[in-house]
């Protein structure tokens, strides 16, 4: 069992950065692949970054890819987003997630998930 705790959210104007993490508590954590998501209203919710177990391999949406990166300690049991250059367009509820398998785009392939971290950039 997993159990995610997102934080680092909040209130930032365009062009600003915001760092996430997303604490996971469990033995086996270090096993699993994470991503991040995201949600805004009215919305379904999508793909932004995601990692192997090692964080060898990352993948990012096409419209994050270049400002967002994500990474993990395994030691401390943590994964980062690391958010830059952030746009209106990125305000969302923001989510973390695991899964046993590899890394994958599709929320629906992981198992666990964070309660969330409200994101909200100002023009």
């Known amino acids: 069992q997993v159990q995610l705790v997102e934080s680092g959210g909040g209130l930032v104007q365009a062009g600003g950065s915001l760092r996430l993490s997303c604490a996971a508590s469990?033995?086996?954590?270090?096993?699993?692949?994470t991503g991040w998501f995201r949600q805004a209203p009215g919305k379904e919710r999508e793909f932004v970054a995601s990692?192997?177990?090692?964080?060898?391999?990352?993948y990012y949406a096409d419209s994050v890819k270049g400002r967002f990166t994500i990474s993990r300690d395994n030691a401390k049991k943590t994964v980062y987003l690391q958010m830059n250059s952030l746009t209106p367009e990125d305000s969302a509820v923001y989510y973390c997630?695991?899964?046993?398998?590899?890394?994958?785009?599709?929320?629906?392939?992981?198992?666990?998930w964070g309660q969330g971290t409200q994101v909200t950039v100002s023009s």
């Open positions: 469990g033995r086996t954590f270090n096993s699993y692949a």
């Open positions: 990692t192997t177990w090692n964080a060898l391999n990352r």
């Open positions: 997630a695991a899964r046993i398998d590899g890394s994958s785009r599709s929320p629906n392939d992981y198992n666990y």
